[in-house]
């Protein structure tokens, strides 16, 4: 941590992590989606199939320096980054995310604010 490489380091590890162990949840049908931003994953699974806390379970025991914490839906919905996604009948709808510490301030182009 710290260093200029470290996030490429990370990034080819979870890659390695990505295609030895989630590829085969995908293959099998057990995940539908499996989307990744940087540390932040969104997996959409076939409750039939499998459950949150297999997942969990499963992803915390792959490496012992590898902390997987799940948030799962509430009400059908779930924030992921800056989006909140509705799972409705057969779609997903999309809306903005604001965390309850926004104050949606913004500074006046004038300002003697650096740019910077």
Not at 26 to 35: A, D, N, R
Not at 80 to 90: C, E, G, K, S, V
């Amino acid at each position: 941590m710290g260093l200029p490489i470290s996030g490429t380091v990370a990034e080819v590890y979870l890659q390695y992590v990505e295609s030895t162990h989630i590829k085969q949840w995908w293959e099998t049908g057990e995940i539908s989606l499996y989307k990744r931003y940087v540390n932040d994953i969104l997996i959409i699974y076939e409750s039939q199939k499998i459950n949150n806390n297999i997942i969990e379970q499963k992803i915390n025991t792959t490496d012992n320096n590898i902390e997987f914490n799940m948030t799962t839906e509430e009400n059908n919905a779930i924030d992921y980054l800056d989006l909140t996604l509705n799972r409705q009948r057969n779609k997903i709808e999309l809306s903005i995310h604001r965390k309850p510490t926004s104050t949606d301030t913004t500074i006046h182009y004038k300002s003697n604010h650096p740019y910077e």
